[in-house]
Structure formats: structure tokens, C-alpha cells
């Protein structure tokens, strides 16, 4: 048997060291120099809710047959994936409503690359999916690359990482308007799976519109992908967020990843928001990091930050980048007020969870911007990874789909996307060879 699998990133990986250790023929194709994708970017947390019901409440929009398979199976994988010489940091994700492990990237990268190596699998970077072959019933046999060539096989495996690197597509699916977010991720992942797939007849999942990313320091702040996580702006539960009409625009405090804000922020007026925090606020504490460190992080990359002693120089200042003065006075004075009476569910939108007014002196306000992690709706596919049919439901023989590719999983909400690359990658691999 010979199995093409389509992205190096570490679904494409998990799937291909499954698929050469089950005697596959196996080739890895990887677009960039250096495969690995967002994994090397990354916090390396990958990890699972605790139970059903909690992954439910998180991801409600999530089809829950997928997600028990990442409450399942994520901790004989990873298991798996240390037997195999793959580094875990740790056994602690430091979120009570979670449990899994912190890989070391670089270190599991380099040992899943010699572990496949080992094995007689090929791994061949800068060779891009450039197409799938498909025979008059519709069965997958192959794979087109960038170089031109035909690759013949039993099966294809797309882990090429979704479409977060396609502003086309970012702007039809998920702005839905004018104006691009940023990437927080590596730029390679254009859409090419998610497109091959659509062209031999693939259904596309729930949640289309939706995507995972942080707001960060608004532009003129710059920022290298080493420091994506540094200067990651997760603080909104501390904080007022405000849109440049000077108006509350989410519930700050909706959910513990923030998602739900850094989505609605993707739907302002030119993809911008302020956060604004007083002295208490600065204080707020998430994971290892006060929000106060989190602003610094923003002033060291150049974002915009005010700072003054009260909360109408607060206004005055936010009046000098665009937003009318007495109208977000008013939004803050009315959050103040609603809070501090314990009516912050009959704000609109309401803020739920914890919250403080804002009057301790000084007074921040700090310019984000949404960007893009990844996508979440994508290729819908079967609890075998199989990826559908447009046309009837079925499964399209020959092809499978891991990691992000995978749609339909956090709809609603947010889930970890290394869980995902390692369940669904393994998961597409087996199958692939009738497992
Ligand atoms: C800063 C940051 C922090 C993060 N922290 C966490 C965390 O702690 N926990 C967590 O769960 N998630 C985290 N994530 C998200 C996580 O890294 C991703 O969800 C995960 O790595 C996705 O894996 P993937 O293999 O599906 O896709 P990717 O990692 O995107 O890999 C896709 C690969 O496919 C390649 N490719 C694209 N097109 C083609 C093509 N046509 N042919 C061949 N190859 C192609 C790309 O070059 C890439 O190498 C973080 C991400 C970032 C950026």
C-alpha cells in the first residue's frame, strides 16, 4: 500500500509515522524548507476538556462523535508519541477544565522525522499537493505536486493546515467584508488541501465562519513569529473592550480563550478594538502572565498605548485616534456603574464571569487587532477521518483528512489544535490502510 500524505505539520507527521509503522509506503509531502508548521510556533500544550459535557459547553457548534475521540484517545497517543522518543515537557496544562501534555516541537519533530526516516518513510520538503488524482468512481489514486508530477497511491492523507494564509478566502468565509487580519501562524497554509478536496467533491463542515487566533498588538506594533505568544494580548477579561465607535462590541469575559472576543473583534470597523484596563485591571492575572506584563509586551512592539490619570483624559486621548469622546466616555462610565451594581448581565452585550469597574487611576488603553491562528470549519469527514461527499454524505474512497483540515470540531468555541493533529492524524493513518 502507499500512502501520500499532504503537509508537514504535526497531523501530517503523526500520519505518516502511523502509516510507514503499519508498512506503508509511505511520502511526506511538505510545501516549506523546514517542515513542522505552526507546531514550532507553539506552546506545545496539547490537550483535551476533561469530559463530554465540557466539551460540549466549550465547542457546542463541534460535532461531538470527533470530539470524544480527542477525549478519548489523546492520552494513549500521546503515550504513543513519547514511546516513540518525542519529548513531554510536562503532564500539567495549567487549566483545571483540561488534561494532556506540553511536547517539546523542536524535539518531537526531530524525533518523529528520524522515526519515520528509520522506518523507510520519505519525507520531501518544498514539494507542494498541487491536486489529487481521482478514477471515474470517484476514488482517489493520487496526488499532483508542484514540480508537476503524478504520484500514484492507495490514499491521500491532507494535513496541509487549512486556509488561515488565504486572505481570499479568509475575507469570503470568515470576514465577510473588507479588511485582512493578520497570520499568527506560518504562512503556508493557502487553502491547498482544503481546495483539492472541493475539487473531487468534498463537503465542507460546520462553522466556516468561524477561526482561532488572539488579538495582539494592533499595527504599527510589529512583531516576528517567535514572538507570537509573547506579545499575545489575553487580558480581555480584565479589561472594556471598545470598538472605534467607542462601544462595548462583546461579553470581555464569554469564554476562558477569549475566542469568542477575538472573533467578534474580526467583525469591527477596520478590524480594530481597544482594550482599556485600570490600575487593579493591570494587575489581572492569566496563567503565568499579569495583563499589565502582556501591555508591556505591546509597547515593546511598538502598539499603541495610552496611559493617563483618569478616565476622561482617558477619552480625550482615544478622541485623538478617531473614537468620539462622549460616547465612549458614556459606554465606560454606564460598564462602571453596571458592574459595580453586579448588573453586568443586563449590560448589551452582557459581561459575564468576574468583573471589576475600572476606576483605580492610571488608566490604559491599549490598540489590538485580530489575527489568525487557524481555521475551524474546513473538510467535513467521518469518524475515520474519511473525508464526505458533497453529494451523498459518503465517505470519498482513498481520501482522509487530519488536523486542521479537519472541520467542524470546535465549532461554537475552541479546542486544541495539536490534540487534534495527533488523534486525527493517527486516526487517518489507520484507517487509510483498513484499520
Ligand atoms: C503561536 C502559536 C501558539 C500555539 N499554541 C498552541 C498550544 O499551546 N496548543 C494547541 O493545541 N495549539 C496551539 N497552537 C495551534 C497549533 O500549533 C496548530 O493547531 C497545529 O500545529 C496545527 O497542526 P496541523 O498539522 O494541522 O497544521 P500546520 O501546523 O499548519 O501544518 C500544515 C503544514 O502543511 C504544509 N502545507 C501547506 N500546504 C501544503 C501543500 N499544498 N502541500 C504540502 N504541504 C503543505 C505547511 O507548510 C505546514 O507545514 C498554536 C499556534 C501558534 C501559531
Given at each position: 500500500?502507499?500512502?501520500?500524505?499532504?503537509?508537514?505539520?504535526?497531523?501530517?507527521?503523526?500520519?505518516?509515522?502511523?502509516?510507514?509503522?503499519?508498512?506503508?509506503?509511505?511520502?511526506?509531502?511538505?510545501?516549506?524548507?523546514?517542515?513542522?508548521?505552526?507546531?514550532?510556533?507553539?506552546?506545545?500544550?496539547?490537550?483535551?476538556?476533561?469530559?463530554?459535557?465540557?466539551?460540549?459547553?466549550?465547542?457546542?457548534?463541534?460535532?461531538?462523535?470527533?470530539?470524544?475521540?480527542i477525549?478519548?484517545?489523546?492520552?494513549?497517543?500521546?503515550?504513543?508519541?513519547?514511546?516513540?522518543?518525542?519529548?513531554?515537557?510536562?503532564?500539567?496544562?495549567?487549566?483545571p477544565?483540561?488534561?494532556?501534555?506540553?511536547?517539546?516541537?523542536?524535539?518531537?519533530?526531530?524525533?518523529?522525522?528520524?522515526?519515520?526516516?528509520?522506518?523507510?518513510?520519505?519525507?520531501l520538503?518544498?514539494?507542494?499537493?498541487?491536486?489529487?488524482?481521482?478514477?471515474?468512481?470517484?476514488?482517489?489514486?493520487?496526488?499532483?505536486?508542484?514540480?508537476?508530477?503524478?504520484?500514484?497511491?492507495?490514499?491521500?492523507?491532507?494535513?496541509?493546515?487549512?486556509?488561515?494564509?488565504?486572505?481570499?478566502?479568509?475575507?469570503?468565509?470568515?470576514?465577510?467584508?473588507?479588511?485582512?487580519?493578520?497570520?499568527?501562524?506560518?504562512?503556508?497554509?493557502?487553502?491547498?488541501?482544503?481546495l483539492?478536496?472541493?475539487a473531487?467533491?468534498?463537503?465542507?463542515?460546520?462553522?466556516?465562519?468561524?477561526?482561532?487566533?488572539?488579538?495582539?498588538?494592533?499595527?504599527?506594533?510589529?512583531?516576528?513569529?517567535?514572538?507570537?505568544?509573547?506579545?499575545?494580548?489575553?487580558?480581555?477579561?480584565?479589561?472594556?473592550?471598545?470598538?472605534?465607535?467607542?462601544e462595548?462590541?462583546?461579553?470581555?469575559?464569554?469564554?476562558?480563550?477569549?475566542?469568542?472576543?477575538?472573533?467578534?473583534?474580526?467583525?469591527?470597523?477596520?478590524?480594530?478594538?481597544?482594550?482599556?484596563?485600570d490600575?487593579?485591571?493591570?494587575?489581572?492575572?492569566?496563567?503565568?502572565?499579569?495583563a499589565?506584563?502582556?501591555?508591556?509586551?505591546?509597547?515593546?512592539?511598538?502598539?499603541?498605548?495610552?496611559?493617563?490619570?483618569?478616565?476622561?483624559?482617558?477619552?480625550?486621548?482615544?478622541?485623538?485616534?478617531?473614537l468620539?469622546?462622549?460616547?465612549?466616555?458614556?459606554?465606560?462610565?454606564?460598564?462602571?456603574?453596571?458592574?459595580?451594581?453586579?448588573?453586568?448581565?443586563?449590560?448589551?452585550?452582557?459581561?459575564?464571569?468576574?468583573?471589576?469597574?475600572?476606576r483605580v487611576?492610571?488608566?490604559?488603553?491599549?490598540?489590538?487587532?485580530?489575527?489568525?491562528?487557524?481555521?475551524?470549519?474546513?473538510?467535513?469527514?467521518?469518524?475515520?477521518?474519511?473525508?464526505?461527499?458533497?453529494?451523498?454524505?459518503?465517505?470519498?474512497?482513498?481520501?482522509?483528512?487530519?488536523?486542521?483540515?479537519?472541520?467542524?470540531?470546535?465549532?461554537?468555541?475552541?479546542?486544541?489544535?495539536?490534540?487534534?493533529?495527533?488523534?486525527?492524524?493517527?486516526i487517518?493513518?489507520?484507517?487509510?490502510?483498513?484499520?
Amino acid at each position: 500500500m502507499r500512502v501520500i500524505v499532504a503537509g508537514g505539520g504535526l497531523a501530517g507527521f503523526t500520519a505518516a509515522l502511523r502509516a510507514v509503522e503499519l508498512g506503508a509506503r509511505t511520502t511526506l509531502l511538505e510545501k516549506g524548507g523546514l517542515p513542522g508548521g505552526s507546531f514550532l510556533l507553539s506552546s506545545g500544550y496539547a490537550w483535551s476538556y476533561r469530559d463530554l459535557p465540557t466539551f460540549r459547553r466549550e465547542a457546542p457548534g463541534g460535532d461531538p462523535g470527533l470530539q470524544n475521540l480527542i477525549l478519548e484517545r489523546l492520552e494513549p497517543y500521546i503515550g504513543w508519541l513519547e514511546r516513540q522518543g518525542c519529548p513531554v515537557l510536562s503532564r500539567e496544562t495549567g487549566n483545571p477544565l483540561t488534561f494532556g501534555a506540553r511536547l517539546d516541537p523542536e524535539g518531537t519533530v526531530g524525533a518523529l522525522a528520524r522515526r519515520i526516516a528509520d522506518l523507510g518513510g520519505e519525507i520531501l520538503p518544498n514539494t507542494a499537493l498541487d491536486g489529487l488524482l481521482n478514477d471515474t468512481s470517484g476514488r482517489v489514486t493520487g496526488t499532483r505536486t508542484n514540480h508537476g508530477d503524478e504520484l500514484a497511491a492507495d490514499a491521500a492523507i491532507l494535513s496541509s493546515g487549512g486556509f488561515a494564509g488565504n486572505p481570499e478566502l479568509v475575507s469570503r468565509h470568515i470576514i465577510g467584508g473588507p479588511g485582512r487580519m493578520r497570520l499568527r501562524s506560518h504562512p503556508r497554509s493557502t487553502g491547498d488541501g482544503f481546495l483539492a478536496a472541493q475539487a473531487v467533491g468534498a463537503r465542507t463542515s460546520a462553522g466556516m465562519d468561524e477561526f482561532y487566533g488572539r488579538n495582539l498588538p494592533a499595527p504599527p506594533a510589529e512583531f516576528s513569529p517567535a514572538e507570537f505568544v509573547e506579545v499575545s494580548q489575553l487580558y480581555g477579561r480584565h479589561a472594556v473592550a471598545i470598538n472605534t465607535r467607542g462601544e462595548r462590541y462583546a461579553d470581555e469575559g464569554a469564554d476562558w480563550s477569549e475566542t469568542a472576543l477575538t472573533r467578534t473583534t474580526a467583525r469591527q470597523p477596520g478590524l480594530r478594538a481597544w482594550y482599556v484596563l485600570d490600575a487593579a485591571g493591570l494587575e489581572g492575572r492569566v496563567r503565568e502572565r499579569t495583563a499589565g506584563e502582556m501591555v508591556e509586551a505591546a509597547k515593546r512592539a511598538g502598539g499603541t498605548v495610552l496611559e493617563t490619570p483618569t478616565l476622561e483624559e482617558l477619552a480625550e486621548a482615544l478622541a485623538k485616534h478617531g473614537l468620539p469622546r462622549d460616547i465612549t466616555l458614556r459606554t465606560l462610565r454606564e460598564y462602571n456603574q453596571a458592574v459595580a451594581d453586579g448588573r453586568g448581565d443586563e449590560l448589551s452585550p452582557p459581561r459575564t464571569g468576574p468583573a471589576a469597574p475600572a476606576r483605580v487611576p492610571p488608566f490604559v488603553a491599549v490598540e489590538v487587532a485580530p489575527t489568525i491562528t487557524h481555521t475551524v470549519g474546513g473538510l467535513a469527514v467521518d469518524e475515520r477521518c474519511g473525508v464526505l461527499r458533497l453529494e451523498d454524505g459518503g465517505p470519498i474512497p482513498g481520501l482522509y483528512a487530519a488536523g486542521v483540515e479537519v472541520g467542524g470540531v470546535s465549532t461554537g468555541g475552541y479546542t486544541s489544535g495539536l490534540a487534534a493533529a495527533v488523534v486525527f492524524g493517527r486516526i487517518a493513518a489507520e484507517s487509510s490502510l483498513g484499520h
